[in-house]
């Protein structure tokens, strides 16, 4: 449903979106249905794929084995998404397709079935853009492949692709696809899944956005993150803000095809922070950055701790902590501290991380949010109650206005101020009888 939000042709980019009228920083603008979306493949057996929970109990289907629920009543609303699907999954096993192919397929038996209904209010598949004059021939020749195996996942269901769509061949779909659908995250920011959601594939790029998204389950939430007049064009990053100028453009210019010019690009304003210290040192942290993610999808939490304590201990000393690749081996360390259990540890790496996470989240954030609540829970598990409340209290400022005050995670946050302030009341009583 479109609340605050109207489609116009922004000069020289295409579509754009913009406020109906002014907006307040927080303001709700607009929150919607995907036309499509899956579980990630990382996230198969420990996410519901009918809303998205995560849980360490989960039914499997029983035809296909892949698919998993919370209950038999997830399982019953999730069958005629699933029917299909699962037929392919039998047909595959033990191969899983990539996510782009099972959302594409996905996008195909929504089609054909004809309940997308009105998750296109501002916008149709085929008005997106597949990009694929602008990619390169090994680009185009990975799409031909993953094409490949989107034919055999819907051979039976798409016979005649000429009841889709004019022009929706599986190639331009796969294209169009990897474009514009988008991660799907918990509350944590931690990828559930991917979906489409094709009015919000209208927004615009900047590196320092006006607006955030958030999930709860498979619905998207578009916020105001500062203050926004009536006809502004409504923003969003399509990257990490925590990298530099370069890395940030080759990353747009890679899998979206447009080259940045931001003010926050054009003036590479913080790149002096984010590259702060010794060259040769920092660069050694950037190439190891890439292999210790690696583990950390592969959950070797020990190597990961062991390569990431080495590595601060050689070249710390050369970097400061707002270098943003010395940031990311705090960040994998406090990762690491926390599923070994070692939380006083933890908290040492979770701390440093603090200062560099304002300085490069100035707007409200969910990812400082996020990282404040994480350090937050380590100081509640260690005791420092007070300590805690105020770490907690920033935390739910911020999450206030990216999460909305009814958030899960924004009402697990205000719970927990609650205990702390009726905890630090028990305690002053006590002192003073």
């Known amino acids: 449903m479109a609340l605050r939000v109207e489609r116009f042709i922004a000069r020289g980019k295409g579509n754009g979106l913009r406020a109906v009228g002014s907006a307040a920083t927080g303001e709700l603008l607009y929150t919607g249905s995907p036309l499509a979306c899956c579980v990630s493949k990382n996230c198969l057996s420990s996410a519901c794929h009918n809303c998205f929970a995560r849980s360490d109990s989960l039914q499997r289907c029983s035809q296909c084995k892949i698919a998993r629920y919370c209950n038999v009543r997830c399982q019953k609303q999730a069958w005629l998404e699933h029917k299909r699907e699962c037929k392919y999954f039998k047909s595959l096993q033990p191969r899983v ?15 054909l079935g004809g309940s997308h209904g009105g998750a296109q209010d501002l916008y149709s598949i085929m008005q997106h853009e597949s990009h694929l004059e602008d990619m390169s021939k090994e680009k185009t020749e990975g799409l031909a492949q993953l094409a490949s195996i989107l034919q055999l996942c819907v051979a039976e269901e798409a016979r005649d692709w000429s009841l889709l769509p004019p022009g929706l061949d599986p190639i331009g779909l796969i294209a169009r696809v990897t474009c514009n659908c988008f991660t799907i995250s918990d509350g944590e920011l931690q990828e559930i899944g991917v979906g489409l959601y094709p009015s ?3 927004l615009n790029h900047n590196c ?7 999930f709860e389950g498979k619905t998207i939430y578009l916020r105001a993150i500062r203050d926004i007049q009536a006809q502004e064009e409504l923003t969003i990053s399509y990257t990490d803000a925590l990298f530099p100028r370069a890395e940030r453009c080759r990353r747009l210019q890679e899998q979206y095809h447009f080259l940045c010019v931001c003010q926050h690009c054009s003036t590479a304003e913080q790149d002096a922070d984010m590259l702060a210290g010794d060259e040769e040192a920092w660069i050694s942290l950037k190439d190891a950055v890439p292999r210790l993610e690696s583990l950390q999808l592969e959950q070797k939490w020990d190597q990961i701790l062991t390569e990431c304590q080495a590595l601060v201990g050689r070249h710390g000393g050369a970097v400061p902590d707002r270098n943003v690749y010395l940031l990311r081996l705090l960040d994998l360390a406090l990762d690491a501290c926390i599923s070994l259990g070692q939380f006083e540890r933890a908290l040492l790496w979770g701390r440093r991380t603090l200062e560099p996470y304002e300085l490069y989240y100035s707007d409200p954030h969910p990812a400082r949010a996020v990282q404040l609540m994480r350090v937050g829970k380590l100081q509640r598990c260690l005791g420092r109650v007070d300590e805690a409340l105020e770490t907690f209290r920033q935390a739910y400022d911020i999450m206030k206005v990216t999460h909305g005050s009814d958030h899960t995670l924004t009402n697990e946050l205000r719970g927990s101020l609650e205990e702390f302030r009726a905890e630090l009341n028990c305690t002053a009583a006590r002192k003073r009888r």
Do not use: Q
């Open 208 to 214: 320092r956005p006006n607006c955030v998204m958030l």
């Open 200 to 202: 919000m594939s209208l």
């Open 97 to 111: 397709p990539p996510d782009s192919v099972r959302l594409a397929a996905r996008i195909i038996f929504t089609l």
